[in-house]
């Protein structure tokens, strides 16, 4: 039986798709119909289809949602990632603009277009869907209407019918099916079995969850377009629809093993806008590329997971080694005080970890995850020189450095601090991010590991590593990055145990997230002591993270 999912918490979609079917209709927003959501420019609802008659219980799987009522039922499918086709018996159906209103420069504007074809047409996406209806009766509202009109397509329900919907740029050949519908829902599910099969063979009843997270990073996939130059995985394609730069590193090492081309082209897709000083922007997607913040430098860290994890190794370490220097330099260039050895976030945003309460005081810090994650980069840096003939041992050397100035400033006899770069003053905090050098594991001083780990022991809930510790006073349920499990950092502190020899610990946290999604999904985050999802239901990183563990779990 095909993996079933509820579109309120995962958007219907497929692989290299740049819109979907959903009723979510923007920011923490849910409409009462399926709406279908185009990505590019932004998140922009576009049409609201119901059927009729109504109502009707909606059900998805990885190749078909339907809507089903006493009196039938509606399907649709993506023929092509940018054609949906959508068919029904004993129940009709109507496609109307979301948005009534239509301004010289909003909305939604409809017309019947002589060469052939129902067209809504889009401001907010610069797109056009095209409707073409293949069999039965039908019914239009709003031709050419300006202002705030209902502009509508209703197939009937008193015959079968037959409709695509096409989304294009100005013009272009209409879409001529050679399949029939049937064919199309066979191939779609044949597609994504291979890449379910692909991305995680290993899958049994053990890890139940390990299909649903695999059709999240699948259908969370676009082609190529706007500043996006390459095959990516947004991060959702409900309203967090952008590629951040430490996300991909997540996305693409789930992918490795299975679809190594998508995942190296994943783990580029942000280093496609490095800019000349090194700097990696802060996201990406359609229509933007933000550079107000960046993301903390985790990707020697994964370089160095990828190039075992990719059949053959890396593919291009020349490439690699140019890129993750450049990003090093950036920070070692350009956010370090004068005299400081230790470089600093100039925000909570930089961090990735936004809002966390060791940027409670002060913005710009001098955290120890930053330097653990750099003393990480230089030493995959001093791997890539060898391979490449370049000198190996100015990065070693690096990584040293910067650990001693890590060990030398910021521990304090049994825990990390940070520091104010304006201040100087060093301070404590209830959060996971100052145990966050546990990632170093073997690197670091049998002492200081275990103090690390005794640390994460006391964030660990029933759910997974706490971002603030429940105790503290700064805890909220609901609090971002003062209290939910994250993915991220729970694969980080995993890695970093395991790799240091702390492996019943390690184990535990995986134990504990792996059985969290299979709960409550892949949610942005999630309650630390309830465990309930929160916020996106559809992150790919968390899929991501639940394959990499499910993957090296050992459950019987």
Request: proline share 6%; glycine share 8%; net charge negative.
């Amino acid at each position: 039986m095909a993996t079933e999912f509820s579109v309120r918490e995962i958007p219907f979609s497929r692989s290299g798709a740049w819109f979907g079917l959903s009723p979510v209709v923007g920011l923490a927003t849910y409409a009462d119909d399926v709406h279908l959501v185009s990505h590019r420019n932004g998140m922009h609802p576009l049409l609201r289809l119901v059927p009729v008659p109504t109502p009707a219980e909606v059900a998805a799987d990885p190749a078909t949602l339907t809507w089903s009522t006493g009196q039938g039922r509606v399907t649709a499918v993506f023929s092509a990632p940018d054609v949906l086709r959508i068919s029904g018996t004993g129940t009709g159906l109507e496609l109307s603009a979301a948005e009534p209103a239509l301004t010289p420069f909003t909305g939604t504007y409809f017309f019947a277009d002589p060469a052939g074809g129902l067209v809504f047409t889009s401001y907010e996406t610069g797109h056009r869907l095209r409707l073409t209806v293949l069999s039965g009766r039908w019914d239009q509202a709003g031709d050419q209407a300006l202002g705030s009109a209902r502009r509508a397509v209703v197939l009937s329900a008193e015959e079968p019918w037959e409709l695509l919907v096409e989304e294009i740029g100005t013009a272009r050949a209409p879409f001529s099916p050679a399949t029939t519908f049937a064919e199309d829902v066979t191939a779609v599910h044949e597609e994504f079995t291979r890449f379910a099969d692909a991305v995680a063979p290993w899958r049994d009843d053990h890890v139940p969850a390990a299909e649903l997270a695999a059709y999240v990073l699948w259908s969370a996939t676009v082609r190529p377009a706007g500043f996006v130059r390459r095959p990516a995985v947004l991060m959702s394609k409900h309203w967090m629809d952008k590629v951040w730069s430490w996300d991909h590193c997540f996305t693409a090492l789930a992918l490795a093993g299975g679809a190594p081309e998508l995942a190296w082209q994943q783990f580029q897709v942000v280093f496609d806008h490095q800019d000349a000083e090194g700097a990696l922007p802060d996201s990406v997607t359609h229509s933007e590329v933000l550079r107000n913040f960046v993301k903390p430098p985790i990707h020697g860290w994964a370089l160095s997971l990828l190039r075992h994890r990719l059949p053959g190794g890396l593919p291009d370490v020349g490439t690699a080694y140019r890129q993750l220097s450049a990003w090093t330099s950036f920070w070692l260039d350009h956010r370090r005080a004068p005299g400081s050895r230790l470089p600093h976030y100039e925000h909570g945003n930089d961090s990735g970890w936004d809002n966390s309460t060791v940027f409670r005081e002060e913005r710009l810090v001098r955290s120890p995850d930053l330097a653990a994650f750099l003393v990480l980069q230089c030493r995959e840096l001093a791997v890539l020189a060898a391979e490449t003939g370049e000198n190996s041992a100015r990065w070693s050397e690096q990584a040293d450095e910067l650990l001693t100035a890590l060990l030398d400033e910021l521990w304090h006899g049994d825990h990390f601090v940070s520091q104010g770069v304006a201040s100087g003053t060093k301070r404590r905090s209830a959060s996971l991010l100052d145990l966050m050098p546990v990632v170093l594991g073997e690197h670091l001083p049998r002492e200081v590991f275990e103090h690390l780990c005794a640390g994460v022991a006391a964030h660990l809930t029933s759910v997974g590593p706490a971002t603030e510790r429940p105790d503290s006073p700064w805890y909220e349920p609901d609090g971002y990055w003062r209290g939910p499990v994250w993915a991220p950092a729970t694969v980080l502190v995993e890695d970093g145990l395991r790799r240091g020899g702390a492996v019943e610990l390690a184990d535990l946290v995986s134990a504990r997230f792996l059985a969290t999604c299979e709960k409550s999904g892949f949610a942005e985050n999630f309650d630390a002591l309830t465990g309930e999802g929160l916020r996106d239901r559809a992150y790919t990183w968390t899929a991501a993270a639940y394959l990499l563990l499910a993957e090296a779990a050992d459950r019987p």
